[in-house]
């Protein structure tokens, strides 16, 4: 996959968005074409986590490629404006840098006043050059946003659907790159698209909503609900009404990437832009009678992670729409966690990756097939401060996910989770407690305390050789 040295590149991301639910990852109810095209033309990487499942600490990681507890470590942290940032390295390269929509990194304290209408002064913008977005906000009708400065300042209310409206900025904002001269005079431009959909409220335009509610009752249509969610009848018809108005704002969602991706053909830049959609954190949707996010499980920690050049998935799209079968993509089973997106974004761009980033490149596996030197066989999680979420786990805990198919995670001093995914998919067996897997725990737990140790983390890890003495002593 190799266009240019010196791509364009788009970020696509929502919140709130599980890994599960796209069509390209075998959803049998949600229709995501555009999306679906860029993974067929592309790459999908199908084990890619957020090791932080909750958007501040995501998205501080996502913005400067260093870990959580080390930038915004929990709920309502504010990102230091001294950080430096993605956008500051695009921007030592020559590249026009621009960023659209959610930002959730400033530290507003929703309880103190109204966050949607609070404005991010220019200094805490992560040195986006262009900037038209808001701090938070969960009334996708009500969004107001902000951008510019001193006398060039504004704030204004979307007109519409907040998914439609910055969509729309970002055409305008590649119309106009488009403008500024011919094909040999343009800058290189990064761009970011972050929306608020598919996070609750589960409200989408009419015409995705009719997709799978009858409108005239509100019913939802049947949906299949994950073989983990509990079989108590009055909660799954709750989560199959969350889980219809999600799809449907995921829908939306790929309606407007469609958009995205037609704008760059329209102006000449599909074949040299790389589009990279994904999401900062899952939704448990009922899964194990949790809601929303914060938990280990797959549901809230697995995200989509697909990269593909936009020439390209616009071919794709059209093969599919022909009937073609054989736009399968690539699948890479790297470990690839929020920390290594900077660092894979500049590398796709052969940008210096700065020093301070602690997370991998893994562009080898967009441009070549091949794995990153040194490449990780795990990907480190975290939940580091209590959230105060009410549907979810509201205690801090550390854990892995093992590219051989394990995941372990452990409370304060005690070990909580241990699955075998190759055998248990849906996370339905707890081994932590079952002594005939000590071993494979001690493996494990090692190789958590390996990443503790890398990424300068502080956590209390259960002492597994006591727990063994007293199993040799009860065996004796």
């Not at 915004?72 to 001294?82: N, S």
């Not at 006043?113 to 040195?127: L, M, S, T």
């Not at 596996?365 to 209590?386: F, K, T």
């Not at 081994?431 to 983390?457: F, M, Q």
């Amino acid at each position: 996959m190799s266009h240019t040295t010196r791509p364009n590149v788009i970020w696509i991301f929502g919140d709130q968005h599980p890994w599960h639910a796209l069509g390209c990852n075998g959803n049998p109810d949600v229709k995501t074409p555009n999306i679906d095209a860029i993974a067929a033309a592309g790459v999908n990487f199908v084990n890619a986590v957020a090791g932080y499942p909750l958007c501040c600490p995501f998205r501080g990681s996502l913005l400067t490629g260093r870990y959580p507890h080390k930038v915004v470590p929990g709920h309502q942290y504010q990102m230091d404006p001294a950080e430096r940032t993605v956008a500051h390295a695009f921007n030592e390269a020559g590249y026009k840098t621009a960023y659209f929509g959610k930002w959730h990194v400033d530290g507003f304290q929703e309880e103190h006043g109204d966050v949607a209408r609070h404005v991010v002064p220019p200094e805490r913008r992560g040195g986006f050059q262009r900037w038209v977005g808001y701090e938070n906000n969960n009334k996708q009708w009500d969004t107001w946003v902000h951008g510019g400065e001193g006398g060039d300042a504004f704030q204004y209310k979307l007109p519409d659907f907040e998914t439609d409206c910055l969509a729309a900025l970002l055409v305008d904002y590649i119309k106009g790159v488009r403008a500024e001269g011919g094909p040999g005079d343009l800058a290189p431009f990064f761009a970011v698209l972050s929306v608020q959909p598919p996070h609750n409220p589960y409200f989408a335009p009419e015409e995705f909503m009719e997709r799978y509610f009858d409108l005239d009752t509100f019913t939802p249509k049947p949906l299949h609900l994950r073989e983990n969610v509990p079989p108590i009848e009055a909660f799954r018809e709750a989560i199959t009404r969350d889980l219809a108005g999600a799809y449907a704002m995921i829908e939306n969602l790929d309606w407007n990437v469609g958009r995205v991706l037609d704008a760059l053909v329209a102006s000449g830049l599909a074949r040299d832009t790389i589009v990279v959609f994904f999401s900062d954190h899952g939704d448990m949707h009922g899964s194990h009678g949790h809601q929303r996010k914060t938990s280990p499980y797959n549901e809230s920690v697995r995200v989509p992670m697909i990269v593909g050049y936009a020439a390209d998935s616009i071919a794709s799209r059209k093969a599919a729409g022909a009937g073609a079968t054989d736009q399968a993509g690539r699948r890479s089973d790297a470990m690839l966690n929020h920390v290594d997106l900077a660092p894979t974004t500049l590398g796709l761009c052969h940008v210096p990756i700065p020093k301070a980033m602690e997370g991998t490149d893994y562009s080898g596996h967009v441009l070549r097939g091949q794995r990153a030197p040194g490449e990780p066989e795990s990907a480190y999680l975290q939940s580091v401060i209590p959230t105060g979420h009410g549907d979810c786990v509201d205690k801090p805990w550390r854990g892995v996910l093992t590219r051989d198919g394990w995941k372990y995670v452990c409370f304060e001093g005690v070990e909580w989770l241990m699955f075998n995914l190759n055998d248990d998919p849906f996370e339905l067996q707890n081994l932590a407690h079952y002594t005939r897997y000590l071993r494979e725990k001690k493996r494990l737990n090692a190789v958590l305390e390996h990443w503790i140790e890398r990424a300068g983390d502080t956590f209390t890890l259960p002492d597994l050789g006591a727990r063994e003495r007293r199993i040799q002593e009860v065996a004796r």
